[in-house]
Structure formats: structure tokens, C-alpha cells
């Protein structure tokens, strides 16, 4: 396998910043360069691009530490970069180059890539693509002073992983741990499956319990569905036929309603006609009322006029008296003419007087007569006005008596319709009521139901979680348990193994082994045991306390000397070795003894004091710890030894120690404290085993508990789900009840809302017309009032009018009478002026006068006949008038009967519109009973289409297509009750089940297949780690021998003498059992490793890698430093032993010893000429050494 080194690239790798790339040959590179110039950093840089993970291994904190952090001249790099060339030109790796790169890249954010030939692959495939070869991070190709020193100090069992390599055993073990960890998912997935199987098994049968119950539902369902769907399309028949029936009824009574609304419609009429006529009679019996008034003003007229002129006539005929007195005193004597006509000159003054008064009283008269004529004139204008809004209110009075006539008849018809609607009302409200009541029911069943199933929908839900929980509690307990088992198992075995090595005394030497067994068997009285098993120590002392004693642990305890003396001549007689033997009676160490130490920071204790042990031993206890200090670490170690001056040992928690005298021994030391704790170890372990087998019981009882609870709360599953299957059928049949309830509700409400819309719209025109009643009765209560007061203010004008007539009549007889008084004593003045003059003339003659006189009564009778004649026109206009009042009221007193007569037709009218209303009213209910008849069977039809839907989702169509001939109607009813109670007796079918079965048979039989390939899966597993175990066990045994017999062979040569072997600890168990080095330098005898300086430690564990290297060899080695403790005789030699090696093995060193520079073909130099950053230089030896040789030639 070649598989060499061919160069290695690094770039802002720790100290490398800048790209830097090293080249190899075969043979030997050395990589040289002062402390901390870097040179060990590519080593770390070739174990950081072979995959190593650990941050301690590679000398940091954390991963980021491997990129370049910067320096004060130079900023920090981003990621950092290594690439690794290797040699396949024989194509030992799996790819067909001659050269395979590896590399990995890191960026400070944390993403990480490898690359095998710049493709990206896994970590994992660059661990396998090195397994077996000793090259990769856990292999042999990359040895530093750690591994050195961890070979040589390491325990028997820690040296394993080394060898295991080197024996080419990692593959296998690879595979194994695969196996096993295959195995182990195995075992879980078959517990798993096995856990569901039985799962499954409590669920398969009764889900076929149920699958059955459902099949015989789904055969009774289905014959349910075809006898309702022929049963239901035969009711549709029948319903259609009735209502096309229930149509044509309807049909003929909306035509009978029709006729008679016509017929009063017609009464209407002639009632209206009847109202107009009565109006017009109304109009003209006042307008003869108003002619008779008239008259009866002229005729009123008449007779004051009569009046006047009868006045005038009596003041004629006393003028006539007069004259006819004068005209008998004519004859008079003639003596004292001139007495008479001083007298009449005197009376003349005197009647002048009177006349002047007249004359001021007739104005006085007139101006009344005006007066009296004015308020006749107002009078008579109120009167007409008056006259006029009598009329008025006659004609509205009559107008409302018609409208109130015809509000009453229509409140009647109106009345007796809201009783009808009532009637009908009240039977819908009760409908409705009935409707309401059972759709209420049905609602709280459904809601019932619907609480049931939400309560059994949460149950189950809740149920379903606790299985769930339950399930996962199991499941979780489960997977606790085999945790606890397998710790426990773990435990148990390392306790076990622990008690093993501590019963075979592992880790003692011979002597110590033979010694406690001659005790055991009694051979040997007072033995007490080895300083190991006699004292305890607490687990954070314990190394410190192992370092301390060294050697010292395997020195045995005994009473006295005679008993050492005789466990010395045994050991001598038996040839089995020696041992140091510390009698108790003799041995009494000295406590050191130093006030100050208290004081002194990180100072522990005495280890004497830090161990515990039974008294008796203290003396020996203080002479092997009694000088020996415990502190924290190596720098407090080094500061209390100079304090004191190195009069004591100081040894620090993780082993370091600086031994009185000053020198410092020191490195890695395993964790284990070793044989020291062993025995607590066991106690620990046992205890802990103990903990977890009490958590088992526990989980097993828990389980056990949980097992129970999961059965039983799937018993309530079941019975939750059946109770809920019932209910959703329950609310199913419901839902649809309610729907049919809703449809029968919505109709009946539709029909009352317009029942009672109507007995609305009725009920605001009833108001309306008792509201326009009663503002009739206001109006004509108002009229009439309104009249009467009109009719009381003519009366009351006519009366002033007469009055005002009757003043103005008396005023003008009065004005007449004036008159007549003025012309009297104005003709008496006259006379009385002629009778003087006549009497101043009598003397002139007397005939003159008597002429005169004679003249004046002659003119006075014509004017009284004139008046009389004129008196009896009127009086003769007078009864004209009187005849036509009488004409009048004859008239008015037809029209009055001929009103009376309309108004009797009209309440005959009424009578008869009132039967027909009736009549109306009967038709109408009729009809609404007809049209809820068909409401009701239009219901059943929609009921019936309603419910193929909601139950089989089929329309009409689709059911006549499905029906059935149904030859006897009752059978099939009773073989539908029948099906209907075969279906109730089943009780809740979880129709599902069917499916469910199918399902979880198929899944059982699926898992039961899956369990029996597991199983093969795990035999196959079982077998092929078998197969693997025999072949590490003989490929490891092969190769260990092979090892062993090449490390004798190279430590004698390397030490020039001396004896070396390899052992197994445990022959019988070669996987497990640990590897004790035995070596025997020239002229020495070495109990123990630790008993030879480091010189010696380092060259031991060079020769072991040496072994390997000649049993496997590497393609590449790189060696860091490991000849460090070396002297310069022994790296001679190591240097030519490596060269020896070089035809194998390229080796690649990393050194500052001359003796490997020396033999190194090829040099490079590592410097830090700038602070912080490394700088290689590559230097050709031969070259040097050519170059050297000319110049000693010349």
C-alpha cells in the first residue's frame, strides 16, 4: 500500500496566515525551528484535515482558535484551510486517481466543509476512507510526546486502541459497533413493534364484532333505503293528485269570491247613486227655504210701507177736517178781522217756531232713518253671508252624514273580516304554538344530543389523549426501563469486572498476588494486605494518593518481621518474585510537621492525613505519606516546594509532583485513580446498580399500572365511540325532523304574517274609519253646531233686521209724521199766512178764500184716494207672496218624503250588502281553508323531497329511478317498522368499523411480518457479530503476537540488551483484555514502567511503535518531537532505526535533535521573523552536504 505523502497545503492554519505548502519525498523530511516558532502547528494542521475533533489534541480552547487570530500587524484571516495530497497510484484508496486530496475548511461563523477530491463529502467518509491503513486521527501515523508518554503510563486496558489499529482490527470494530447498534434499534423496533402488535391484537377482534354489527346495519340500511324510497314516491303520487285537486277547488272558489265582490261591488253603486240624489234634494229644499225667506222680508217690507201710507192717510184727513172747519168758520163774520189777523200773525210765530223744531227733529229723524237703513243693509250683507255659509255646512253636513253612511258600512264589512282573521289567527297561533312547541323539543333534543356528542366527542378526545398519554407513558416507561437495564447491566458488568481484578488482585505484581493467596489459605498468619486495600481516600484525593505512593501501593502490610522474613523465604523458596513488606510492629513514620503550610495558597493537607485507615496502620500510613504534600496544582506545588526548600514531596490533584531534592516528574495521567479505588468503585457500582434495579421495580409496577389504565380507558373508547355513533344517528334523524318542523314553522308563520298582515293593514283601516267616524261625528257635531250657530245668528240678524225695519218704520212714521207736521204747519202757517192775507184780502172778498180752501180739500181727498188705492196693490202683493211661501213649503215638504224614501232604499241597500259581505267573508275563509289544505299536503310533498335529500341525498327523479313496485302498501310499512326495530336493536354500529378492521388486520398481519423479519434481521445481526468477534479475535491475536515478537526483538537492539515482552492482562477475553508492558533493561530489574526515567518510558514506547510499523507499516509517519527526552547516543540510534524503515514508511519529523537532522533527507526550517507568523524554509541536504564536500575539494 503506498498511499505516501506528496504534499500538504496550509493557509490561515494558527501561524500560518499566508499560503504555505510543503512538499515530500520518500525517506525522512525534518521539520526544524526554534521553540514556539510553529513547527508543531503542521502536525496539528495534518491531524485537523484527517478529521480530529478534539481541541485539546490540537492545543486550543475551541475550534476557532485553529484560524489565524491575527497579530498587531496583520488583521485576523477568515477561515483557515489545509489540503492533504496522498500517493493512490496503485489505488489502494477507492477512487481512480493517482493522487487523492483531502481538505477541510473552516470560517469563523462555524460552517465546516471537507472535500475528497474538491467534492464535498461527510467527517464520517473521511474517517472510514483511512480505516485500517494507521493513517487517520485515531491512528499510528502521527505519534507526539502525549502519545509517547500515554503508551508507557496508560493503563493496560487504555493501550488497547493503539494496538487495535495497528492489528487492523478498527473495521471490524467499526462494523461491530454498526452490528451492535443495529441490533440494538432492532431490539427497540421489535419492543416497539411487539408493544403495538399486542396493541393491535385487544383491537382486532372487537373491531370484527363491529365490522359484523355494521354489515348487517349497512344490509338493513339499504333495504330500509329501498322500501322508504318506494313508499315515499308513492305518497308523492298521491300528494301531487291531491294537490292538483286541491287547485282546482281553489280555482272554483276564487271564481265564486270574485262574483260576489262583483255583486257588491254593484250594491256600492246604487248606494252611492241613492247618496247623490239625497245631497241634491238636500241642495234644493234649501234653496226653496232661502226663496221663502226672501218673501217673507218683502211681504215684511209691504206692511211697513202699508203702514207709512195709512200714517198719510190719517194726517190727510185731519188736514181735510181742518179745511172743511175753516171753510164752515168762512162764513164767519168778517168783524174782528183784524183780531183774527193779529192772531194769525201771533200763531203764524208760533207755528213758525214749532215748524223750526219739526224741522230739527225731522233731520234728527232722518239722520236715524239712514242710520236704521245702514244696519238693515249690514244686517241683510251678514244675512247673505250667513245665508251662504249655511249652505256650505248643509252641503258638508250632508257630505259627511254620506261619508259617514258609507265608513259605518265599510266598518261593518271590516269587523267582520277581522273576525275571520282572528278566528283564522287564533287557529294558526294554536298551528304554530304546536309547531313552535315541538320544534322547541326537538331543538333541546338536538341540542341534548349535540351536548352528548360534544361531551363524547371531548371524552374521546380526552380519552384519546389519555391513550395517547398512556401509550406514550408506556412507551417512555418502556424505553426508561431498558436505560435502566442498561445501565444497570453496565454497572453490574463493570462492577463485576471490577470485582474480578480485585478478587485476581489485577494490577499487583506476582509476588503481592502470591503472597495474598498463601495468607488466604492460611499459610501465612498476619498478613493485613497490600497499603491499597488497607486504606480509603476520598475520589478527589485519589490520584494524588496513587502518584504519592507509587510502588508503594503494592507494599504489604504485615504484623512483624518474623512474619515479613517468612513471606520473604516463600517468595524466595517459590521463585515468584519480591515484594516490600512493612511490619507494623517496627515501621512508625514521622507526620511532617510545618505550622506554616496552612498558610500557604492551594495547600490540601498532609496526604497521611487525606487518607482514612484503621489505627494500627497509622504508623506505617505516616512512613510512606507522612512526608507528603497534597496541593491544587503544579504552580502552588512549585512555590510551597522552594518555600520549604524541597525538604518534602508536593504532589497536585491531577499527579504532577516535585520531589524533595527539586526534581518535577510529571504528564499525563488517566483519570481512573486505578486499583486504589477500586474496591469503591465496586461499592459505588453495586450501590448504583442496586438504585437502578429499585427504578426498575418501580417502572415495572408503574408499567404494569399504566398497562391496566391503557386497557381500560380503551374499554372507554370503545364504549364512548358506540355511545356517539347512536347519538350522530339520533341527531341525524332529528336534524331532519327539525328541518321538516322548520319548513311547517316557516310556512304556518308566512301564512299568519299574512293573515295578520292583512288583519294589520285591516285593523289600520278600521281605526281609520272610526278615526274618519269619529271626525265625522266631530265634523257634523261641529257643523251642526257650526249650523245652528248660523241658523241662531240669522235668527238673531233677521230679528235685528226686523227691529232695525220696525225702528226705521216707526222712524219713518215718525219722519212722516213730522212731515205731516211740518206740511201741516207749514200749509197751516200758509193757511194761517192766506188767513191772514185772506183775512187781510177779506176784505178783498170772501170767495176767494172759500176757493182756495175748497181747493186745498179737494186736492187732499185725491192724494188719500191715491194712497188707498196703493195700499190695497200691496195688500193684493201681499197674498201673491203668501201663496207662493205656501207653494214653497209644499215643495220642500216632497222633497223632504222623496229624501226619506232614498234614505230607507239605502238602509235596504245596506242590508243586503251586509248578506253579501257575508257571503264574501264565508267565500274567503273557504278559500284560505282550501289554500292552507294545499299549504299542508305542498308541506307533506316538500317533507317527503326534503328528506330523500337530507337521508339519501336523491332527488324525485333519482327515487322514481330507485323505487320499487310496492304491491301491498301495509306489508311494506310493517316489514319498515321491522327493519327500523332489527336496526334499533343493534344498538350504536360504528359504520366505520368495516374499514377499520380491513385496516388494523392489515396493519396486524403487516407488523406480525415486520416482527418476523426483525427478528431474522437480529438473528442475522447476532450471527455477523459473532462472525466479526472470531475474526478481530484472530486477526488481533495474529497481529499482537506478531508485535510482541518484533518489540522484544527492537528493544533489545535499541537498548543493546535487555528482555521485552507484550501480554495480554486477559488471554481468554483478547477484545477486552488490557496490554501490560514487561521490560528489563540491561543490567536492571523494572517492576513497573514508572519505575525507569523518562528517557527510558520514551524509548520503551518508540520501540512499541517501531513493532507496529515493522508488523503494519504506514504509508506516512509523522513524529512530533518524540525522541524529545532522548539522549544524544539513544537519537543516534532512532534516527538510524528510522532510516532503516524508510523503504516501508515515509516518515515526516518534527524535531530540534541533531542526530534526526543529521539523517533527514530533506530539512525544512520553521522561523518567526515577523511576530506571530511562521515562515518555512526548505533546505535539500544532499545538496548542502554536495555543495559542503565541493568546497572541501577546492
Avoid at 396493541?199 to 372487537?206: A, D, F, K, S, T
Avoid at 355513533?725 to 341525524?732: G, H, R
Avoid at 220696525?806 to 199766512?833: C, P, V
Avoid at 284560505?928 to 299536503?937: G, I, Y
Wanted: glycine content about 6%; charged content about 30%; aromatic content about 6%.
Amino acid at each position: 500500500m503506498n498511499l505516501r505523502l506528496r504534499s500538504l497545503e496550509i493557509q490561515g492554519f494558527k501561524s500560518f496566515p499566508d499560503r504555505t505548502r510543503l512538499t515530500f519525498n520518500d525517506g525522512i523530511t525534518a521539520v526544524v525551528g526554534p521553540n514556539g516558532s510553529g513547527k508543531s502547528n503542521i502536525a496539528d494542521a495534518v491531524r485537523w484535515v484527517l478529521g480530529e475533533q478534539s481541541t485539546k489534541t490540537l492545543r486550543g480552547g475551541k475550534m476557532e482558535d485553529v484560524i489565524f487570530g491575527g497579530t498587531q500587524a496583520r488583521k485576523a484571516q477568515g477561515y483557515s484551510h489545509v489540503m492533504l495530497s496522498i500517493d493512490n497510484s496503485d489505488r489502494a484508496l477507492p477512487y481512480e486517481n493517482d493522487e487523492v486530496t483531502i481538505s477541510r475548511k473552516l470560517y469563523r461563523s462555524g460552517e465546516s466543509e471537507y472535500r475528497i477530491n474538491n467534492v464535498n463529502v461527510r467527517l464520517k467518509d473521511v474517517y472510514e476512507l483511512f480505516m485500517d491503513t494507521g493513517l487517520g486521527k485515531d491512528g499510528y501515523s502521527i505519534i507526539g510526546q502525549g502519545k509517547i508518554a500515554e503508551i508507557v503510563s496508560a493503563k493496560s486496558t487504555q493501550r488497547r486502541e493503539i494496538f487495535e489499529e495497528a492489528a487492523g482490527i478498527s473495521k471490524y470494530r467499526y462494523r461491530k459497533a454498526e452490528a451492535q447498534r443495529k441490533l440494538e434499534a432492532a431490539e427497540e423496533n421489535l419492543l416497539r413493534l411487539k408493544d403495538i402488535l399486542l396493541e393491535l391484537e385487544g383491537r382486532v377482534e372487537p373491531l370484527r364484532i363491529q365490522s359484523e354489527k355494521a354489515q348487517k346495519f349497512l344490509e338493513y340500511a339499504g333495504e330500509k333505503k329501498a322500501l322508504e324510497i318506494s313508499l315515499w314516491v308513492l305518497t308523492l303520487d298521491r300528494s301531487k293528485d291531491l294537490l292538483r285537486q286541491q287547485e282546482d277547488k281553489i280555482l272554483l272558489c276564487k271564481t265564486q269570491h270574485e262574483d260576489i265582490q262583483k255583486e257588491l261591488d254593484q250594491l256600492e253603486n246604487n248606494i252611492n247613486v241613492l247618496y247623490t240624489t239625497m245631497q241634491t234634494l238636500a241642495v234644493e229644499m234649501d234653496e226653496r227655504r232661502n226663496k221663502m225667506k226672501e218673501i217673507d222680508e218683502i211681504i215684511s217690507q209691504n206692511n211697513a210701507d202699508i203702514a207709512v201710507m195709512k200714517n198719510d192717510i190719517t194726517h190727510n184727513q185731519t188736514s181735510l177736517e181742518r179745511i172743511i172747519q175753516e171753510l164752515e168758520q168762512s162764513d164767519m163774520s168778517g168783524v174782528d178781522l183784524d183780531t183774527k189777523i193779529a192772531a194769525c200773525e201771533e200763531e203764524i210765530a208760533q207755528k213758525e217756531l214749532s215748524l223750526e223744531d219739526y224741522r230739527e227733529q225731522h233731520l234728527d229723524i232722518q239722520a236715524k232713518i239712514t242710520e236704521y237703513t245702514a244696519l238693515q243693509s249690514q244686517c241683510q250683507t251678514q244675512i247673505d253671508a250667513l245665508k251662504e255659509r249655511r249652505y256650505g255646512l248643509s252641503q258638508s253636513i250632508n257630505e259627511t252624514k254620506l261619508s259617514s253612511a258609507s265608513s259605518n258600512s265599510l266598518i261593518d264589512e271590516t269587523i267582520t273580516r277581522l273576525g275571520v282573521l282572528k278566528d283564522n289567527a287564533l287557529i294558526k297561533d294554536e298551528t304554530i304554538a304546536q309547531i313552535e312547541k315541538e320544534r322547541k323539543d326537538c331543538e333541546e333534543l338536538i341540542e341534548e344530543i349535540e351536548e352528548n356528542i360534544l361531551s363524547l366527542t371531548n371524552s374521546r378526545k380526552g380519552y384519546q389523549l389519555k391513550l395517547e398519554s398512556r401509550q406514550e407513558k408506556i412507551d417512555k416507561l418502556s424505553l426508561k426501563r431498558r436505560e435502566l437495564e442498561d445501565h444497570m447491566r453496565q454497572r453490574q458488568q463493570k462492577a463485576k469486572l471490577l470485582f474480578d481484578m480485585e478478587n485476581s488482585m489485577e494490577g499487583f505484581s506476582g509476588s503481592v498476588k502470591y503472597i495474598m493467596s498463601q495468607a488466604s489459605k492460611g499459610a501465612l498468619p498476619k498478613v493485613y494486605g497490600p497499603v491499597s486495600k488497607l486504606i480509603t481516600v476520598d475520589k478527589k484525593y485519589s490520584l494524588s494518593i496513587e502518584i504519592a505512593l507509587g510502588a508503594a501501593m503494592q507494599n504489604i502490610v504485615v504484623e512483624d518481621e518474623s512474619i515479613a522474613k517468612r513471606a520473604i523465604g516463600m517468595l524466595k523458596e517459590s521463585r515468584s518474585g519480591r515484594a516490600t513488606f512493612l511490619p507494623v510492629s517496627t515501621v512508625k513514620g514521622n507526620k511532617l510537621s510545618e505550622p506554616s503550610l496552612d498558610a500557604c495558597e492551594g495547600f490540601l493537607g498532609v496526604a497521611c492525613d487525606l487518607v482514612s485507615c484503621d489505627s494500627r496502620y497509622n504508623g506505617v500510613i505516616q512512613q510512606l505519606l507522612g512526608r507528603v504534600v497534597i496541593v491544587e496544582d503544579l504552580d502552588r506545588a512549585v512555590t510551597i516546594a522552594k518555600k520549604f526548600s524541597h525538604r518534602f514531596r508536593v504532589v497536585t490533584l491531577d499527579g504532577q509532583v516535585v520531589n524533595a531534592g527539586g526534581s518535577m516528574t510529571g504528564g499525563y495521567s488517566p483519570k481512573s485513580a486505578g486499583i486504589l479505588s477500586r474496591s469503591k468503585d465496586i461499592e459505588a457500582l453495586q450501590e448504583q446498580a442496586k438504585g437502578f434495579q429499585e427504578q426498575i421495580s418501580k417502572l415495572d409496577e408503574e408499567l404494569k399500572a399504566a398497562q391496566q389504565e391503557l386497557g381500560s380507558v380503551q374499554a372507554t373508547v370503545s364504549g364512548i365511540i358506540g355511545e356517539l355513533t347512536t347519538a350522530q344517528e339520533d341527531k341525524i334523524r332529528y336534524d331532519a325532523q327539525l328541518r321538516q318542523l322548520k319548513a311547517a314553522y316557516e310556512d304556518a308563520v308566512k301564512t299568519k304574517e299574512q293573515a295578520v298582515l292583512e288583519y294589520d293593514q285591516l285593523s289600520q283601516r278600521l281605526e281609520s274609519l272610526k278615526e274618519k267616524n269619529v271626525t265625522n261625528d266631530e265634523l257634523m257635531e261641529e257643523l251642526n253646531r257650526q249650523l245652528e250657530e248660523v241658523q241662531k245668528q240669522l235668527s238673531q240678524l233677521g230679528e235685528k233686521k226686523e227691529e232695525y225695519a220696525h225702528a226705521g218704520a216707526q222712524t219713518s212714521t215718525r219722519l212722516a209724521e213730522h212731515n205731516i207736521e211740518i206740511i201741516t204747519l207749514t200749509k197751516e202757517i200758509d193757511g194761517i199766512r192766506q188767513m191772514a192775507a185772506q183775512l187781510s184780502d177779506q176784505k178783498m172778498g170772501q170767495a176767494e178764500h172759500m176757493e182756495a180752501l175748497n181747493s186745498q180739500r179737494l186736492e187732499l181727498t185725491a192724494l188719500n184716494q191715491q194712497i188707498t188705492e196703493k195700499i190695497e196693490t200691496m195688500i193684493l202683493q201681499q197674498d201673491t207672496y203668501s201663496l207662493q211661501i205656501k207653494a214653497l213649503e209644499e215643495e220642500i215638504s216632497q222633497m223632504s218624503a222623496q229624501r226619506t224614501q232614498c234614505e230607507q232604499e239605502t238602509t235596504q241597500l245596506r242590508a243586503q250588502e251586509k248578506e253579501i259581505t257575508s257571503r264574501r267573508e264565508v267565500s274567503a275563509r273557504e278559500l284560505a281553508r282550501l289554500e292552507e289544505k294545499k299549504v299542508s299536503l305542498q308541506s307533506e310533498y316538500d317533507n317527503i323531497i326534503s328528506r330523500l335529500w337530507d337521508e339519501y341525498e336523491i332527488t324525485r327523479s333519482q327515487a322514481i329511478e330507485l323505487a320499487q313496485p310496492v304491491e301491498d302498501v301495509s306489508k311494506a310499512q310493517r316489514r319498515l317498522g321491522e327493519l327500523k326495530s332489527k336496526i334499533k336493536s343493534l344498538g350504536s354500529v360504528n359504520v366505520s368499523a368495516l374499514e377499520e378492521y380491513k385496516e388494523v388486520s392489515e396493519r396486524y398481519l403487516f407488523l406480525k411480518e415486520q416482527v418476523e423479519d426483525i427478528e431474522k434481521s437480529r438473528l442475522e445481526l447476532n450471527n455477523l457479530i459473532r462472525e466479526l468477534t472470531g475474526d478481530m479475535q484472530k486477526i488481533f491475536a495474529e497481529n499482537f503476537k506478531k508485535i510482541s515478537y518484533h518489540f522484544s526483538k527492537i528493544f533489545v537492539e535499541l537498548f543493546d540488551g535487555g528482555k521485552a515482552e507484550l501480554t495480554l492482562t486477559d488471554p481468554e477475553n483478547i477484545l477486552d483484555s488490557g496490554i501490560e508492558i514487561y521490560v528489563q533493561p540491561p543490567g536492571k530489574i523494572i517492576k513497573n514502567l514508572a519505575a525507569l526515567s523518562g528517557g527510558e518510558q520514551a524509548f520503551v514506547a518508540i520501540a512499541i511503535y517501531f513493532a507496529i510499523l515493522k508488523v503494519r507499516p504506514s504509508p506516512f509517519c509523522l513524529l512530533d518531537e518524540i525522541e524529545a527526552a532522548l539522549d544524544d547516543v539513544n537519537v543516534v540510534k532512532y534516527a538510524q532505526y528510522l532510516r532503516r524503515m524508510c523503504d516501508k514508511t515515509q516518515f515526516i519529523c518534527i524535531t530540534h535533535r541533531r542526530g534526526t537532522m543529521e539523517e533527514a533527507d530533506i530539512l525544512y526550517g520553521v522561523t518567526m521573523q515577523e511576530e506571530g507568523v511562521s515562515k518555512l524554509l526548505e533546505l535539500d541536504v544532499s545538496e548542502i552536504e554536495s555543495k559542503l564536500g565541493m568546497k572541501q575539494n577546492s
